[in-house]
């Protein structure tokens, strides 16, 4: 599982991540039932947890790649869509139905990561449209989503939704509830520059609503405040430095994001790398948040703060990725793209080239892409949804926000 929402997968499932192994990428929930790993699939470990998340981030960082993955790939993920639009982290029966009793649940994360997926290989306009309406059903009063339905808003839920509407096309601060959008949520969540943990956001306050820096929660609200997604470019370098600054009125997007930067640049300053501690153990590397947070650094233009910890995941991170599976070779990829650098060459390893064997070999790409740089291709929703008969999110949504709204006044 992608460290990115391991937070707000764990507090879903009830389970805590093992303390053993270093490197570990995601959750190892005791007695894990064992599953016939189906054709198509990504990976080779259980994907009960993970299944469509890893798929979704593979198939992106093919894509984002300029490669065309494999029809065999792209079919098992929308072969995971439930009939209203989510999707689960796995469905081992796509002919049982999802919800009820004894089905499985939809989650906002795993949707998210299969409409980002999707979208980037193009063709599937009507499974994105259904499930990012399934996803406006979930936003929250405060503006920001949890990771189930009627879960509390976090931050690492938001940020991947928020990049799910935007690889669509979507203006994210249309996408309000009760006068509150995404964004609110950001700004009221980031720490003061002047406090412990200063400009870092919180993955969502504690029971007496006090906030606490969060790394993890940090990457993921960036890059939501910047309103990106998984797999974005350079951003162009701050104009007014490399600082995190107060303000007597609300953040605007912007300042959440140079504020979380300049958390995130100083967290990873000393040693190149950010550290976690499970339960019982010493700290150690945190793989996974270390690749995100260079991509949220890059992608705010902060290249100067992102390539000491750049170097370290060149250096470190290979060994990681070969246990941890297609997520963190996707997660490397993004890292590397958003750097401006070649994944082929990632300290000495070709990042594609392990991505591929762990999963259906991509078929070439439409228009030949230089390594390192995207490849353009046909947007999976395209101008006439999001501009002209788009009045699907313009009226479409807008109507079902205004019906959502109605029931709640009732």
């Known amino acids: 599982m992608n460290v990115r929402r391991s937070a707000a997968a764990l507090a879903a499932v009830g389970v805590l991540a093992a303390a053993a192994p270093a490197m570990a990428a995601g959750p190892s929930p005791s007695a894990p039932p064992k599953v016939t790993i189906p054709a198509g699939l990504f990976g080779k470990t259980d994907p009960t947890y993970d299944g469509v998340w890893r798929q979704s981030l593979a198939l992106l960082a093919q894509r ?40 499985v649940q939809p989650d906002t994360n795993s949707t998210a990561a299969a409409v980002q997926a999707l979208q980037a290989v193009g063709g599937h306009d009507a499974e994105v449209r259904k499930a990012l309406v399934w996803l406006t059903t979930l936003q929250n009063k405060d503006g920001g989503w949890g990771y189930s339905s009627g879960a509390p808003s976090d931050t690492n839920s938001t940020g991947v939704v928020v990049g799910a509407f935007a690889a669509a096309g979507q203006d994210i601060a249309e996408l309000h509830l009760n006068g509150k959008n995404p964004y609110d949520l950001l700004a009221k969540w980031s720490l003061p520059c002047d406090g412990t943990g200063g400009g870092a956001l919180a993955y969502q306050p504690d029971k007496k609503g006090k906030l606490a820096a969060n790394a993890d929660a940090t990457a993921a609200g960036v ?53 976690s501690a499970l339960p019982g153990a010493k700290d150690q590397p945190d793989y996974g948040n270390t690749a995100d947070s260079v991509v949220a650094l890059a992608a705010n233009g902060w290249m100067r703060q992102a390539k000491k910890p750049y170097a370290w995941l060149e250096k470190n991170a290979v060994k990681w990725a070969e246990q941890s599976g297609p997520a963190a070779y996707a997660e490397l990829v993004f890292a590397a793209h958003a750097m401006g650098d070649d994944p082929h060459d990632f300290g000495g390893t070709d990042l594609v080239q392990a991505l591929d064997a762990t999963g259906p070999a991509p078929q070439k790409a439409a228009r030949t892409a230089e390594p390192g740089k995207r490849a353009e291709h046909d947007s999976g929703i395209g101008v006439w949804w999001i501009v002209g008969a788009g009045l699907v999110f313009g009226v479409g949504i807008g109507i079902l926000l205004s019906g959502r709204r109605k029931r709640q006044q009732l």
Do not use: H
């Not at 350079?234 to 959440?256: F, R």
């Not at 958390?263 to 040693?271: I, R, T």
């Open 64 to 103: 984002t790649l300029g490669y065309r993955p494999a029809d065999s790939a792209v079919d098992w993920l929308v072969g995971q869509q439930c009939d209203k639009g989510g999707f689960a982290a796995f469905r081992a029966d796509t002919t049982k139905p999802c919800e009820g009793k004894g089905g």
């Open 223 to 275: 890059l939501g405040a910047l309103g990106k997604g998984f797999a974005p470019k350079a951003g162009k370098a701050p104009k007014q430095g490399y600082i995190c600054a107060n303000s007597d009125k609300q953040l605007t997007p912007a300042e959440v994001a140079s504020n979380g930067s300049a958390y995130l640049g100083e967290a990873m300053n000393p040693d190149g790398y950010l550290k």
